[in-house]
């Protein structure tokens, strides 16, 4: 079991780090570019069912792995838990801002498209949050790398 939800953490991030890489370094350039709206505002609908199943995945994972920690006064000694509340930090802010990304200002970007308005300032938008998500997500898998180096099984 134990292997089966690491897997599931570390699959989850990949599918979730994958997914806003392809949809900011991809997707959206196309359109930047002058390509289609419609599609990109279908695909941006459909990454984003996919990216919070992976994201329930990671905290549910993340929250399981929890339970599995050493002492706290064993934690406190090697310094593994201001690491840990450090990923907690951050995992919190990346939720609220994939949750603004997602159901504001991307859901902003779909109405634009389907109503025919013109959509430039919220795929402005979604470009930056992507790449303050992108950052995050990086240094939220460093931290879980280091979490796991400093004994947290």
Do not use: C
């Not at 989850?12 to 780090?17: H, M, P, R, Y």
């Not at 990671?58 to 050493?70: A, E, K, W, Y």
């Not at 690491?83 to 859901?107: E, I, P, Q, T």
């Not at 779909?110 to 930056?128: C, F, K, S, T, W």
């Amino acid at each position: 079991m134990k292997l089966l939800t690491l897997w599931l953490h570390v699959l989850s991030a990949a599918v979730w780090l994958g997914g806003v890489l392809f949809q900011s370094h991809i997707l959206l350039p196309l359109l930047v570019r002058g390509g289609p709206a419609e599609p990109v505002a279908q695909a941006v609908r459909r990454v984003r069912r996919v990216a919070w199943t992976a994201l329930a995945l990671l905290v549910l994972t993340g929250l399981h792995n929890l339970t599995r920690l050493p002492p706290v006064a064993a934690m406190v000694e090697s310094g593994v838990l201001k690491l840990l509340a450090l990923k907690l930090f951050l995992v919190v802010v990346l939720l609220m801002l994939s949750a603004h990304r997602d159901f504001g200002v991307a859901a902003r970007f779909i109405r634009a498209v389907a109503a025919g308005r013109d959509e430039a300032a919220a795929l402005q938008a979604i470009v930056r949050i992507d790449r303050v998500l992108l950052v995050l997500g990086v240094i939220l898998v460093y931290l879980g790398l280091a979490l796991s180096r400093g004994g947290i099984s």
